[in-house]
């Protein structure tokens, strides 16, 4: 972080104590990288720092929109290693959803070095995308695809992290309202 402030001076770091067991990240924004920003992951990683728009043509404007006023939060872990050819354009796309909702939390994960992080996830390939450790991509990824489960997955089983984040941003009242539509769906009509 030192190299990277003596780089670019316009970039203020924030230390911030985590406990021990938190392992050593950068935050920025709703991004989380576990990994060292270098290679072909770098330029988006200074556009997330830069607050610029990743570039279009990795997510079309129908996914944004489809996305555009999602409440309910998610939270998506890339797994990368530092010579995969596929990763800096996974990363991308991912990125470019969680740029353009908040409710989407981003950690990007270097498994090289955080192996007993990916072995918990039981990561085996890179790149692999989880969503709230239920649903998994490995190597190619169909971003439409990732937006739809994003969309249509039960509130109900949600991960501790993304109730919390959904509490503490008020969105309680929408996930509420969906757990009550997939609820009726799978009994049939509710009696009030």
């Known amino acids: 972080?030192?190299?990277?402030?003596?780089?670019?001076?316009?970039?203020?770091?924030?230390?911030?104590?985590?406990?021990?067991?938190?392992?050593?990240?950068?935050?920025?924004?709703?991004?989380?990288?576990q990994e060292i920003p270098v290679g072909k992951v770098l330029e988006p990683f200074l556009d997330v720092l830069a607050n610029r728009d990743t570039p279009a043509?990795?997510?079309?404007?129908?996914?944004?929109?489809?996305?555009?006023?999602?409440?309910i939060p998610a939270l998506l872990k890339i797994y990368i290693m530092p010579h995969c050819p596929f990763c800096p354009k996974?990363?991308?796309?991912?990125?470019?959803?969680?740029?353009?909702n908040e409710s989407i939390k981003l950690i990007i994960i270097d498994g090289s070095l955080?192996?007993?992080?990916?072995?918990?996830?039981?990561?085996h390939s890179a790149p692999t995308v989880l969503l709230e450790d239920q649903f998994r991509w490995t190597g190619s990824i169909q971003i439409e695809e990732v937006v739809d489960m994003i969309l249509t997955r039960n509130p109900s089983q949600l991960s501790a992290s993304s109730l919390q984040a959904m509490f503490e941003e008020g969105g309680a009242v929408e996930v509420d309202a969906r757990m009550w539509r997939n609820l009726s769906g799978l009994h049939g009509p509710l009696d009030s």
């Open 1 to 33: 972080m030192n190299n990277l402030t003596r780089l670019a001076p316009n970039i203020k770091i924030k230390p911030e104590k985590y406990e021990e067991s938190t392992p050593p990240a950068i935050q920025v924004g709703n991004v989380r990288y």
């Open 114 to 123: 955080f192996p007993e992080i990916a072995a918990s996830d039981n990561i």
């Open 90 to 100: 996974t990363v991308v796309q991912i990125l470019s959803l969680a740029k353009g």
């Open 57 to 71: 043509q990795h997510v079309n404007v129908s996914v944004q929109n489809k996305l555009f006023n999602n409440r």
